[in-house]
């Protein structure tokens, strides 16, 4: 049956539309909304589901991947925890030629399936990922180097979540049109003009899925889904650190695609070998029509200018920043940009790097608090957090490449240290590579240092002439190299207000006076955008219409009744 005529209801369709049809209303109503619980409780997952999925994945350490599909049956290996803990996974390798190969060869069955087939089919993907989420969440600990909680959460859930927007996002604009129509004119004194039409939803072709070392899951669900939904097979290619997350998510899902009786090479695992480029060859292929990628502002820049026969969607790196007026709860204040500093080693796209604080102080409800008063209030609340190895680590994680090693050493020689960071021994994981986080002190005019991302648990403490002052920083560097996030803190509601103005105007999302739990570098799938596609850190938003309605075209055809 060709996508856009009558469909009969797919099982899979019916078995899931209840999830479907509550996403649908999330986005619509943008309020709180989950599918995936949080919790790694034993009472919302069993007893003994945390125990089973640490063995299922142990159980692929030190051998060969159990996944079938085209290859040349060479296999590869090339991550290495930031826990230390040895993975030595081996994945079978492919060439770009039989990877296009067979995933175009997919292509008609899925596009004739329909959108209610597919997106059944899609559900029943992450229903299978949601019953592994323990096997995804150890993967994604021990590649990215996040704490437990937070793979479970970030790399899981919340991974799940945002997939499943994107399914319905994808699925509204689909749907939004019939699939046939009956077409009457008016012909004068004869008979009228009649046609039927029928609108088919048409694949741009194979997508390719970039992925990225810090949030294999929770960067890679959303196109990957998006782009499989309607109608596109989709390569996923992992970051050669951080494979095995997604190749546990290609598994789950060829055998769902597989059992419901369509091609499993509709999702294929592109593993490289080591120096082999192939996400750039990939890239470049005539067959390759979508492209989504998050990772470093060079290569983002390279596949939006060279990978011409794609829509290509990127999110990049940017400058984070919050301004600091004033606020009514300094405690709090501290409180939640300290955690939000030290959260997973500031390794997050959203983590605020540049705070900018008025010289020459601010006002609390502790009282006047000066420059030195804020920036050393910061750096307390890091050290409270910090303070205790076994505590601190289950906020820090570990690093998670030697990058970001380069960047902590050369940040030494900038600025005046608020907060040294410091090399913390992890209880459970001696091999493990932890650091937490610094905080430099820096001048408005400081700008080819703090104009630039440090990636990494880098922060620094500008010193600004005035609030203004702070806000035409604000214009200017987030208009130039763009922002997944700003924040502001101030009890004046018209700082507020011209915070917001400049955020509109620049294009990033905005977070005003948190203190308790809510941060600014968590988003709430259903609610919250995550970039806006609006200035140099990303062109596209997670998710929207736009980052779902381009990866299909309607075809009509039309016919004398």
């Not at 502790?366 to 609340?381: E, L, N």
């Not at 500008?462 to 920083?473: F, G, Q, R, V, Y």
Request: with cysteine.
């Amino acid at each position: 049956m060709m996508a856009g005529m009558t469909e009969t209801p797919h099982p899979l369709y019916d078995r899931h539309a209840d999830t479907l049809n509550r996403a649908l209303t999330a986005i619509t109503e943008r309020g709180y909304w989950s599918a995936y619980p949080e919790s790694p409780s034993p009472r919302v997952y069993g007893e003994t589901a945390a125990a089973d999925g640490k063995a299922a994945f142990e159980a692929y350490l030190g051998g060969d991947f159990p996944l079938d599909q085209p290859g040349s049956g060479v296999r590869v290996a090339t991550e290495t925890s930031p826990f230390g803990v040895e993975l030595a996974v081996r994945y079978p390798h492919a060439g770009t030629g039989e990877l296009v190969g067979a995933a175009s060869a997919a292509l008609p069955a899925w596009r004739d399936a329909g959108p209610q087939a597919r997106v059944g089919v899609c559900l029943e993907i992450l229903d299978r990922l949601h019953k592994n989420i323990f096997e995804l969440a150890n993967a994604v600990q021990f590649t990215s180097g996040q704490a437990f909680v937070m793979a479970f959460q970030a790399g899981g859930a919340h991974a799940l979540d945002r997939a499943l927007e994107a399914l319905a996002y994808a699925y509204a604009e689909m749907t939004r049109h019939p699939g046939t129509a009956g077409w009457e004119k008016a012909a004068g004194k004869g008979d009228p003009l009649r046609m039927t039409k029928t609108f088919h939803v048409v694949p741009r072709g194979v997508a390719l899925v970039i992925g990225c070392n810090t949030f294999p899951t929770w960067n890679s669900y959303p196109g990957l889904f998006a782009s499989l939904v309607t109608g596109n097979p989709v390569i996923v290619k992992p970051h050669p650190r951080a494979v095995l997350p997604l190749a546990i998510t290609v598994k789950y899902a060829r055998d769902v695609l597989a059992e419901a009786g369509f091609d499993p090479n509709l999702i294929m695992l592109a593993a490289e070998a080591p120096g082999e480029k192939l996400a750039s060859d990939l890239a470049l292929h005539q067959a390759i029509r979508i492209v989504d990628f998050t990772g470093s502002t060079e290569y983002g820049d390279w596949l939006e200018t060279h990978a011409r026969q794609a829509s290509v969607y990127t999110e990049k790196a940017g400058l984070n920043t919050v301004v600091i007026d004033s606020t009514d709860d300094f405690a709090g204040m501290c409180r939640n940009l300290g955690f939000t500093l030290t959260l997973y080693s500031g390794q997050m796209c959203t983590t605020s790097q540049n705070i900018l604080i008025p010289a020459g102080g601010i006002e609390t409800d502790q009282g006047y608090k000066s420059f030195d008063d804020v920036a050393g209030g910061i750096a307390a609340a890091v050290g409270k957090l910090t303070a205790d190895p076994a505590r601190g680590v289950e906020l820090t994680g570990a690093i998670v490449n030697d990058g970001v090693l380069e960047r902590l050493a050369e940040v030494t020689k900038v600025g005046e240290p608020v907060l040294e960071s410091r090399a913390v021994a992890h209880p459970s994981y001696a091999d493990a590579v932890v650091r937490t986080p610094t905080i430099v002190k820096l001048t408005a005019d400081d700008a080819e240092t703090y104009g630039r991302e440090w990636f990494g648990p880098i922060s620094f403490a500008i010193a600004t002439d005035s609030t203004t002052h702070s806000l035409e920083l604000l214009r200017r560097t987030v208009g130039e190299k763009g922002a997944l996030t700003a924040g502001v803190y101030s009890t004046d509601e018209a700082v507020l207000d011209a915070t917001e103005a400049v955020a509109v105007e620049v294009g990033v999302h905005l977070s005003c006076n948190l203190t308790g739990g809510v941060f600014v570098n968590q988003s709430a799938a259903f609610s919250d955008f995550h970039g806006s596609g609006a200035n140099a850190a990303a062109n596209s938003a997670l998710t929207d219409g736009a980052y779902v309605a381009n990866r299909f075209r309607i075809v009509q055809s039309r016919r004398h009744v």
